[in-house]
């Protein structure tokens, strides 16, 4: 890992990283090999946890495609200086930014969505111009198994290497000098990855977890809404970072939201068979959900297969805050639904907990959407809409709080891979004597009139 790490920092000293062309050129060429690989991948994410072929391209593939197209083309643009204002106490002179790159890069990945969760950062890290070591999730390894023998065939690992390995080595990869570290994953993890990069002192971005809550008011457009939080919430069998975790329904709509729920599940036709499902990842997994699911308050399915670790969408009505169920991020296809009388009750339960990094808000009314957006934090959500907000690349993706700190996609990405450089530059042919000594009254009055106009 030092060798790696040695060989990373000179060629990052060596410049080449931070031209424009050579970025864009490494851009292309990682677009073709995950072309070029795409068949494989998706056979190695099938084997992983079974996820059909079509599943794993629209929730995987496209997105990556299109943030690689936006920064290919932006990369010339974004990596220009940025004019700044200059002041008049400073005139005359140019303020500017320059972006410039980190250095050497270490990028965890996480293993929901093992190809997306691991390539997205490391465009954004080529893109601004840094060298790169990823380490995949061993959880899923067959795809990081692929991802580092693409890697390892068509990058020099001076520039892109990966690493492959658990706990240890990530323990060991953390225990080196970074110039950045990019995390994906739990909380308790970020924690520890957190606690290592302040060793060095190396900036991180946290892409963590949590609770991410559904609001369902009276008013919403039940017919359309349904359908997008069902999608949402079985989408890779409930593992998704920004799944909607728990639903808060108004009282006065509960019974016709379950009927629409319930109709929603059957008609979707959820499989392992049917490319629309996935395994639960592991049978550690699978025992902790099973765990969630109180009997008593079982609505719908609640069936689950060991051997091949399926469970069914599960819906749990009547839950309360001091169920099981409530206390940390499902990661599973369990839907707990609370209702609520008055949306005072919602927000002071959002906010007695730790932010969440998403919330989404189904309503028509324009005051509603105002309230809970202003009064709540969070990471980011949507309003009648789940998990989309991933897929903008200019909306930057992160938490807030326990949920995460920083962001990435698109230009935030290329942002959380760079130092903006700040410039005040100055002619020489203009040279007041406002700030020499000797200090006078007139000096004093003078510097306190340009105040006035600045
Ligand atoms: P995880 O934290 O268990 O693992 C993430 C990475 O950390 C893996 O590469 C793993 O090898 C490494 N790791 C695990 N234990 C470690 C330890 N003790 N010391 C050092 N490294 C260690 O997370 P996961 O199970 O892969 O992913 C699920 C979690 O990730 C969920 O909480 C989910 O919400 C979160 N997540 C967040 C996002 C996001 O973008 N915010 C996306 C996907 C997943």
């Given amino acids: 890992m030092k060798e790696i790490l040695d060989l990373q920092k000179s060629l990052f000293d060596s410049n080449i990283t931070k031209s424009p062309t050579f970025r864009v050129a490494q851009l292309k060429k990682l677009k073709r090999v ?192 349904v359908k997008r939080l069902v999608w949402g919430k079985f989408l890779n069998a409930g593992q998704t970072c920004i799944a909607p975790d728990y639903v808060y329904v108004h009282k006065s709509i509960e019974d016709q939201f379950l009927a629409r729920l319930s109709k929603e599940i059957d008609h979707a036709q959820f499989a392992l068979e049917k490319d629309n499902y996935a395994q639960i990842i592991t049978t550690s997994h699978l025992e902790r959900l099973i765990r969630l699911i109180d009997e008593q308050k079982l609505f719908k399915g609640g069936r689950y297969d060991m051997p091949s670790r399926f469970m069914e969408p599960t819906v749990l009505t009547g839950v309360t805050h001091s169920d099981k169920v409530m206390e940390d991020e499902i990661f599973g296809p369990i839907f707990p639904i609370l209702t609520y009388n008055n949306i005072e009750e919602v927000i002071s339960f959002v906010k007695s907990r730790p932010k969440p990094l998403a919330l989404y808000l189904f309503t028509e009314s324009n005051s509603l959407r105002k309230k809970v957006l202003t009064e709540v934090s969070f990471g980011g959500g949507a309003v009648n809409e789940v998990i989309l907000q991933f897929a903008n690349e200019n909306l930057p993706f992160g938490g807030v709080g326990q949920s995460g700190m920083g962001a990435y996609h698109g230009e935030a990405g290329f942002r959380c891979f760079s130092h903006y450089k700040s410039i005040l530059q100055k002619p020489t042919w203009f040279e007041p004597t406002l700030k020499y000594y000797p200090y006078k009254r007139w000096k004093e009055s003078l510097l306190k009139n340009i105040l006035r106009f600045s």
């Fill in 34 to 225: 995950l072309k070029d690989h795409e068949p494989e991948l998706l056979n190695a994410v099938h084997k992983d946890f079974m996820k059909g072929q079509f599943n794993t391209f629209l929730t995987e593939f496209s997105g990556l495609y299109l943030e690689l197209d936006s920064y290919i083309k932006n990369v010339p643009k974004w990596s220009k200086s940025e004019r700044a204002k200059t002041n008049l106490l400073n005139l005359p002179a140019k303020s500017y930014l320059i972006p410039e790159p980190l250095g050497v890069c270490l990028i965890i990945g996480a293993w929901n969505y093992p190809v997306s969760l691991s390539l997205a950062p490391v465009l954004a890290a080529i893109a601004a111009g840094n060298t790169v070591i990823l380490k995949p999730s061993e959880i899923t390894n067959h795809t990081s198994a692929v991802i580092a023998k693409m890697i390892r065939s068509n990058f020099d690992p001076s520039f892109f290497a990966v690493v492959q390995g658990g706990v240890q080595e990530t323990t060991d990869l953390l225990a080196q000098h970074y110039d950045k570290i990019f995390f994906t994953g739990s909380v308790a993890v970020g924690k520890i990855v957190y606690q290592a990069a302040a060793r060095h002192l190396t900036p991180v971005t946290l892409e963590l977890g949590g609770k991410s809550p559904a609001i369902v008011a009276p008013d919403a457009n039940l017919n359309i809404i």
